[in-house]
């Protein structure tokens, strides 16, 4: 190899490869190994196998990864390269057998099927990834998710880049939302730096993105555009680089794409297909669950400014994942439900589909806007400021649920992390209630989870000298039995997948004459959108309410337990309920919820041998 060619490769200048080869050169003199210099040739290393294999594994004993750190490097590597690199070299790098590594490119392969990439391997050749640069590169922001447990304190992907690159970016995206008056989420800031960081990389590596004829006209119209431009000029004066306009556009997507924080009018102006869409959204919403939400101003413009974002990472393929999206379907059945159902119609009248991990951030809209409808007039006693890094919906969403349950508490203001200082100049607060880490704080703080669970409740009632506050709704304790026919409660039900059991269900329901004809279809539907289950081994399917004649449950216990998604359930409940009956859904997913959490209760339903000992069992609980 020619020191030129190691220069590039890792990315340092070739005075530090000379000076790293003068140090390779004295640890080679205890061994049977030498370097050899060729001038106009280059460097290599003259060894036999024997000793070659002696000092890999003294040197993978002083620093052996990790089987999720060799896959997230292997993955990498693979995203990274012009040329496919055989087994045999990753073999060697982490002295571990070729099937090792084969069973590594399997898991690999299986996980870049979401980016639609693949990975084509030819024997004594070796492996490549083939696909389009846009879609390795998305592929390449997502690495953490290659493997969860990595991904819990940080973005694994930062550690594959320099600390300086990191600092510099970050800056000029500071300076950005500066000088453009602009605010991002601190999720959508960080996957603005991973890409901007990849896009260098890939610039280096002479690996450019391609757009579109029409897609480069519809960019440089945005303003956006000329946020990029600006941004861009910082990182070619800082890093040496010139970025062509296709990775200027490619940027303005993602620039049109991240999260805002900021509920500004000229955000709320500008896109008027986000705006129809969201009344379109609220109308249909009000009509499922008879909530008022078209009376509520701040629902409004914080779903468009959120739905601009959700709009333009459908059309440009950056597809997100949501890490709160198992315990918002626990934590908000009902509204998670109701926001799938009215998402289904949109997407025939609006083209598009929205996914489940972007379904589940609406439902934090729609569900602070219930609690601040519901919520009691607030107390002021305590200031307080919420600082919350995941964007204004779950901001809003926190500060509706400690105003409702805690009217001692005054919320002064909702903001990111990077914005304490100056809003502890504009408002007096008492302390902070953050959903991050504030270890420099100069303020008193408590931290809480993002969706503000049990045990937070408790520390934040203890943390303000042990407020409590009751909720004032009481549930009615036969709430089922005006429900449950005995002739929908199915025992010991065996079917090999969850979609068997629905459609079981739901041609139960139009037999007895509950439910129209096409129930059948819209509940099987429902399902393939997203898995019903609330965890607890309990699953709630349901259909359109336009579709139900009258209200009532179907039930299926399973002889066994049966995979639904993501879980493992035993008791179904399919729900049909009416819209003139939409009141009490609330309360029945809501006591149905309840039962989730008390696995004795949900055992003791699953043992029952008859209809009344099951409808026993619920009302005495």
């Not at 140090?23 to 049977?32: H, K």
């Not at 607030?378 to 779950?394: S, Y």
Request: with cysteine; glycine share 4%; charged share 30%.
């Amino acid at each position: 190899m020619q020191i030129k060619e190691l220069s590039d490769e890792l990315d340092c200048s070739e005075k530090t490869v000379r000076n790293d080869l003068d140090r390779m050169e004295g640890f080679l003199q205890d061994t049977r190994a030498s370097l050899l210099r060729k001038p106009g040739i280059g460097i290599s290393i003259e060894i036999d196998e024997a000793e070659r294999t002696k000092i890999l594994r003294s040197l993978f004993s002083n620093e052996q990864k990790t089987a999720e750190e060799r896959l997230f490097e292997i993955a990498f590597q693979l995203l990274t390269s012009p040329k496919a690199i055989t087994l045999q070299y990753w073999a060697d790098r982490y002295y571990v057998p070729k099937t090792t590594i084969k069973k590594d490119i399997g898991t690999i392969t299986y996980w870049l099927q979401r980016f639609d990439l693949e990975i084509v391997s030819k024997q004594r050749i070796g492996s490549l990834i083939e696909g389009p640069e846009l879609k390795k590169r998305n592929a390449m922001a997502h690495l953490s998710e290659l493997i969860p447990s990595l991904s819990n304190e940080k973005n694994m992907v930062l550690n594959l880049f320099f600390s300086y690159e990191i600092a510099v970016i970050k800056e000029a995206l500071k300076s950005l939302q500066k000088k453009y008056s602009i605010g991002f989420a601190d999720e959508a800031l960080d996957s603005l730096l991973v890409h901007a960081l990849i896009m260098v990389k890939r610039i280096r590596q002479k690996s450019p993105v391609f757009v579109q004829a029409s897609e480069r006209e519809t960019a440089l119209n945005r303003k956006e555009y000329q946020y990029a431009g600006w941004f861009f000029n910082q990182l070619e004066e800082a890093f040496g680089l010139r970025f062509p306009e296709a990775e200027r556009i490619y940027f303005t997507w993602h620039l049109i794409s991240g999260k805002r924080v900021e509920e500004t009018e000229q955000v709320l102006q500008y896109d008027q297909e986000s705006k129809v869409v969201v009344l379109h959204l609220i109308r249909k919403m009000g009509k499922l669950t008879l909530f008022p939400f078209e009376d509520d101003p701040i629902l409004q413009n914080g779903l468009i400014v959120h739905m601009h974002s959700v709009i333009s990472r459908i059309k440009y393929g950056f597809p997100i994942t949501n890490p709160l999206l198992e315990n918002i379907k626990k934590m908000y059945p009902y509204m998670f439900s109701m926001v799938i159902l009215a998402i289904e119609e949109m997407k025939d009248k609006f083209g598009f589909d929205i996914p489940e991990d972007e379904a589940a951030y609406i439902v934090l809209h729609f569900q602070a806007s219930i609690e601040r409808l519901e919520g009691k007039r607030k107390v002021e006693k305590k200031k307080a400021l919420i600082v919350c890094h995941m964007g204004i919906g779950m901001s809003h969403l926190l500060e509706a649920k400690i105003q409702q349950q805690y009217p001692d508490i005054d919320i002064v203001a909702c903001i990111g992390k990077a914005e304490i200082m100056d809003a502890l100049k504009e408002h007096q607060a008492d302390f902070i209630i953050s959903t991050v880490n504030l270890e420099k704080a100069n303020m008193e703080y408590i931290q809480i989870s993002p969706l503000f669970g049990l045990e937070d409740k408790s520390n934040l009632s203890r943390f303000v000298d042990k407020l409590k506050v009751k909720r004032n709704v009481q549930q009615e304790q036969n709430i089922f039995s005006s429900f449950i026919a005995p002739e929908l409660v199915f025992f010991d039900i065996e079917k090999e997948h969850r979609y068997q059991v629905v459609e079981m269900l739901a041609m139960a329901l139009y037999d007895k004459g509950y439910v129209k004809k096409e129930f059948i279809h819209s509940a099987v539907q429902r399902e393939r959108n997203s898995a019903t289950a609330i965890g607890g081994g309990i699953a709630i399917p349901h259909g359109d309410p336009a579709m139900i004649h009258k209200t009532v449950l179907a039930i299926a216990i399973m002889k066994e337990p049966i995979e639904w998604g993501n879980e493992q359930v035993s008791l179904v409940f399919m729900l049909a309920i009416s819209k003139e009956n939409q009141g009490e859904i609330r309360n029945i997913i809501g006591r149905i919820a309840d039962f989730s959490e008390s696995p004795l209760l949900v055992h003791e339903l699953i043992a029952a041998e008859n209809d009344k000992d099951f409808l026993r069992v619920l009302e005495e609980r």
